[in-house]
């Protein structure tokens, strides 16, 4: 069994920071792809960001693109989604997923439905 229990979330003014973590506990973390996805009030949840189990390739959508920054602790079995000069449409509750599987393409990585586990969520909130 595994738990993502992401934290970190919050109030924010635009163009603030908020850092996003996702801990998790059970099978080795250390060889899951994660990615974080966002959901906004009214709209399905996309693909945010994605980084491969050793760290050494990161993804990221358009949007947050020079903005989000993923990272993990593989040590501490965290990953993390540092998050600057946030903007209103930002706002949305941002998951972490795990996938063990290998993605051939990065293409996969923003894919929801090929990820094995999901956290609880935790609520970003945005203010103009």
């Known amino acids: 069994q595994v738990q993502l229990v992401e934290s970190g979330g919050g109030l924010v003014q635009a163009e603030g920071s908020l850092r996003l973590s996702c801990a998790s506990s059970?099978?080795?973390?250390?060889?899951?792809?994660i990615g974080w996805f966002r959901q906004a009030p009214g709209k399905e949840r996309q693909f945010a960001a994605a980084?491969?189990?050793?760290?050494?390739?990161?993804y990221y959508a358009d949007s947050v693109k020079g903005r989000f920054t993923i990272s993990r602790d593989n040590a501490k079995n965290t990953v993390y989604l540092q998050m600057n000069s946030l903007k209103p449409e930002d706002t949305a509750v941002y998951y972490c997923?795990?996938?063990?599987?290998?993605?051939?393409?990065?293409?996969?990585?923003?894919?929801?439905?090929?990820?094995?586990?999901w956290g609880q969520g935790t609520q970003v909130t945005v203010s103009s």
């Open positions: 997923a795990a996938a063990w599987r290998l993605f051939s393409s990065s293409d996969y990585y923003t894919r929801e439905y090929l990820y094995d586990y």
């Open positions: 059970g099978r080795s973390f250390s060889r899951a792809n």
């Open positions: 980084i491969t189990w050793n760290g050494g390739s990161t």
